[in-house]
């Protein structure tokens, strides 16, 4: 039997270049080899706020996205978290067993209460932003997966759910499969083209740090050919010492499959000016087809059928799990 893999995106914004290397184009490869669970996770970006219809918008396009990057619904299980709810269910009861200081530690939550303290807008922080992680865990218990493919930035996220997962076996006898992550040895962190130390984010106010799937195509060459880099105009990987340009290597290296010693060396003696116009034009043609099956898949009946086979799909294992859960605690009633 085939091993089980899930893993999902927040619909809190159009996808990024760095979620398509970081996680895309992982599933698209594992698809083959394992039962692969793919969801659009619509709970996770309401924990910041969201307007209502551009939420619903958000949540179909990155269903169409999926598809459009190449995930095949006849061997994926392709979801919407909100459409299974015990999602939610299993988060409340891992809720109950997760300690304040573990949360207090993740660093995503440090970060993004920070920015909305910072940005104003909404000083008050939602509790749901500092319990995310319980729901992640959820998320990834339920389906008794063996592994997550992410980037790297949701390490700390999987750490916490293997250690939920045997916080629970422990205390109930073997419940959860205690997952691991699968983190890309290359593009697992893909950084801002404005700002090289940080990570490229579809949050990020500023539209320049990153490149949309659905950004059109002469502003995602623009936006490449304005990337931050050196002044000192030599070719080398040095992610400490020249974290722009290694960044654009990087991302030469992953969407061409080649070795990044190779490409610095047809490179070695060119100016950045030459590089950084043959990199637009390769992250054009990866992300042209896919813009191009975009539309249709986005207007179609097909995307409703894959969404309504897929929760249904999700919702039967994830319910089987639940009960076994409830039952362990001890919920609910016992019939006499
Ligand atoms: P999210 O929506 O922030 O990102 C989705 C996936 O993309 C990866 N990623 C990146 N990879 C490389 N470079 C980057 N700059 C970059 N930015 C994002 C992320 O690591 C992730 O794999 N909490 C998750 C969503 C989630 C989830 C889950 C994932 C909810 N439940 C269960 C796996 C399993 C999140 O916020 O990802």
Redesign the pocket.
Request: charged share 20%; aromatic share 8%.
């Given at each position: 039997m085939k091993k089980r893999m899930?893993?999902?995106?927040?619909s809190?914004g159009t996808?990024?270049l760095?979620?398509y290397?970081?996680?895309i184009q992982n599933f698209i490869e594992l698809q083959n080899e394992y039962e692969l669970f793919v969801?659009i996770?619509d709970l996770?970006s309401i924990t910041v706020p969201q307007e209502r219809k551009t939420l619903q918008h958000n949540i179909r396009s990155l269903a169409a996205l999926y598809l459009a990057c190449g995930l095949d619904p006849e061997k994926v299980t392709i979801f919407i978290?909100s459409e299974v709810p015990q999602h939610t269910q299993l988060s409340w009861i891992l809720e109950c067993s997760t300690y304040m200081g573990e949360l207090e530690r993740m660093t995503?939550f440090k970060d993004k209460s920070r920015s909305q303290a910072d940005s104003n807008m909404n000083a008050s922080i939602g509790v749901g932003l500092f319990t995310?992680p319980a729901?992640?865990a959820a998320?990834?218990l339920l389906y008794d997966a063996t592994f997550?493919?992410?980037?790297?930035?949701?390490k700390q996220?999987l750490e916490l759910t293997r250690n939920l997962a045997q916080r629970f076996n422990n205390k109930h006898g073997d419940t959860f499969i205690v997952p691991e992550p699968i983190i890309p040895t290359a593009?697992?962190?893909?950084?801002s083209l404005t700002d090289p130390t940080r990570?490229?984010?579809?949050s990020d106010p500023n539209q320049k740090s990153f490149i949309s799937l659905l950004d059109p195509l002469p502003t995602i060459a623009k936006k490449i050919k304005s990337a931050v880099t050196d002044s000192d105009g030599v070719i080398a990987f040095d992610p400490e010492n020249k974290p722009g340009l290694s960044n654009l290597l990087t991302i030469y290296s992953v969407l061409t499959k080649r070795s990044i010693a190779d490409i610095v060396l047809e490179y070695t003696g060119c100016g950045y000016g030459k590089f950084k116009g043959d990199l637009a034009d390769i992250v054009v043609q990866t992300i042209e087809p896919i813009q191009q099956r975009y539309q249709t898949i986005y207007n179609s009946e097909l995307l409703d059928n894959v969404l309504d086979a897929g929760a249904q799909n999700a919702q039967r294992l994830a319910n089987r799990k639940l009960t076994k859960v409830q039952n362990k605690v001890g919920l609910g009633r016992k019939r006499k």
């Amino acid at each position: 039997m085939k091993k089980r893999m899930i893993s999902g995106i927040q619909s809190s914004g159009t996808i990024t270049l760095g979620n398509y290397i970081g996680a895309i184009q992982n599933f698209i490869e594992l698809q083959n080899e394992y039962e692969l669970f793919v969801f659009i996770a619509d709970l996770h970006s309401i924990t910041v706020p969201q307007e209502r219809k551009t939420l619903q918008h958000n949540i179909r396009s990155l269903a169409a996205l999926y598809l459009a990057c190449g995930l095949d619904p006849e061997k994926v299980t392709i979801f919407i978290q909100s459409e299974v709810p015990q999602h939610t269910q299993l988060s409340w009861i891992l809720e109950c067993s997760t300690y304040m200081g573990e949360l207090e530690r993740m660093t995503q939550f440090k970060d993004k209460s920070r920015s909305q303290a910072d940005s104003n807008m909404n000083a008050s922080i939602g509790v749901g932003l500092f319990t995310y992680p319980a729901l992640m865990a959820a998320d990834i218990l339920l389906y008794d997966a063996t592994f997550v493919p992410v980037g790297e930035d949701q390490k700390q996220h999987l750490e916490l759910t293997r250690n939920l997962a045997q916080r629970f076996n422990n205390k109930h006898g073997d419940t959860f499969i205690v997952p691991e992550p699968i983190i890309p040895t290359a593009g697992a962190r893909i950084m801002s083209l404005t700002d090289p130390t940080r990570k490229m984010s579809k949050s990020d106010p500023n539209q320049k740090s990153f490149i949309s799937l659905l950004d059109p195509l002469p502003t995602i060459a623009k936006k490449i050919k304005s990337a931050v880099t050196d002044s000192d105009g030599v070719i080398a990987f040095d992610p400490e010492n020249k974290p722009g340009l290694s960044n654009l290597l990087t991302i030469y290296s992953v969407l061409t499959k080649r070795s990044i010693a190779d490409i610095v060396l047809e490179y070695t003696g060119c100016g950045y000016g030459k590089f950084k116009g043959d990199l637009a034009d390769i992250v054009v043609q990866t992300i042209e087809p896919i813009q191009q099956r975009y539309q249709t898949i986005y207007n179609s009946e097909l995307l409703d059928n894959v969404l309504d086979a897929g929760a249904q799909n999700a919702q039967r294992l994830a319910n089987r799990k639940l009960t076994k859960v409830q039952n362990k605690v001890g919920l609910g009633r016992k019939r006499k």
